[in-house]
């Protein structure tokens, strides 16, 4: 079992810029992928970015990509992925959602694999116009 806690997120104005923080406890070791959902009023939730544990290979949505920039924090943990940041900048209205930390773990032997995914309560962002 993976817990995510989520903290960040507000009211910010356009232009703005905001920082997510997000910090997994639990069986971190068989977590090999972390990242960041937001899911608008009316939407459905999207993937915003996401980083890889071994490699630390990042994804971004295109919509923030060269404004947001996910980052792990390896003082916390420097083998397993146990805490990400999400720094959003030049922020517009339309990156107001609230946003879901995500976490997706891979264990058990070859012979029987499983593949979970975790998620935070939510954060929310507010840009004003």
């Known amino acids: 079992q993976v817990q995510l806690l989520e903290s960040g997120g507000g009211l910010v104005q356009a232009g703005g810029s905001l920082r997510l923080s997000c910090e997994a406890s639990?069986?971190?070791?068989?977590?090999?992928?972390m990242g960041w959902y937001r899911q608008a009023p009316g939407k459905q939730r999207e993937l915003v970015a996401s980083?890889?544990?071994?490699?630390?290979?990042?994804?971004?949505?295109?919509?923030v990509k060269g404004r947001f920039v996910i980052s792990r924090d390896n003082t916390k943990n420097p083998v397993y992925l146990q805490a990400v940041y999400l720094e959003m900048n030049s922020l517009k209205p339309e990156d107001t959602a609230v946003y879901y930390c995500?976490?997706?773990?891979?264990?058990?032997?070859?012979?029987?694999?499983?593949?979970?995914?975790?998620w935070g309560k939510g954060t929310l962002v507010t840009v004003s116009s």
């Open positions: 995500h976490a997706h773990e891979l264990g058990g032997p070859i012979e029987a694999p499983y593949a979970r995914d975790y």
């Open positions: 639990g069986s971190i070791f068989s977590i090999n992928a």
């Open positions: 980083i890889t544990s071994r490699s630390s290979m990042t994804n971004y949505a295109y919509s």
